[in-house]
């Protein structure tokens, strides 16, 4: 077994810097995240688009998936059932970053793509 060290200080800046974030949402996650090696942004539920651009993105692809007579969601339309060329309310979907907040993707909209629930959560959880 390997046993990493932690420096204090630097914990607690990052603690501080994470508290100050404000697309961190849950801050409770923050000391388990961090003493995880600051990997697992699941911990932090961060959430980095704001509705309007949820809402633009959602619109394009709809458009797009429409046209194409797929899903809205791109891993329901590669899939192999009945939600394959299923259209999903804005409601039934999230986003999703296409790179990561931590690697600073943050609040563009080339970097928010929109999927359905499920598989918003399958993905999460990897
Ligand atoms: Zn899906």
Not at 69 to 97: F, Q, T, V, Y
Request: net charge positive.
């Amino acid at each position: 077994m390997f046993i990493t060290a932690y420096n204090p200080a630097k914990v607690s800046a990052e603690v501080k810097k994470l508290y100050d974030d404000p697309y961190v949402k849950n801050r409770r996650g923050i000391f388990e995240y961090i003493l995880g090696g600051s990997t697992d942004t699941k911990l932090l539920d961060v959430r980095v688009f704001d509705e309007a651009t949820k809402k633009s993105v959602y619109t394009s692809q709809t458009k797009k998936a429409n046209a194409k007579n797929e899903s809205n969601c791109p891993h329901c339309a590669i899939g192999h059932d009945a939600n394959r060329s299923k259209i999903w309310k804005l409601s039934e979907m999230d986003a999703d970053h296409v790179t990561t907040w931590i690697k600073s993707g943050a609040t563009d909209v080339k970097n928010c793509q929109m999927l359905c629930k499920t598989h918003n959560c399958a993905k999460g959880s990897r």
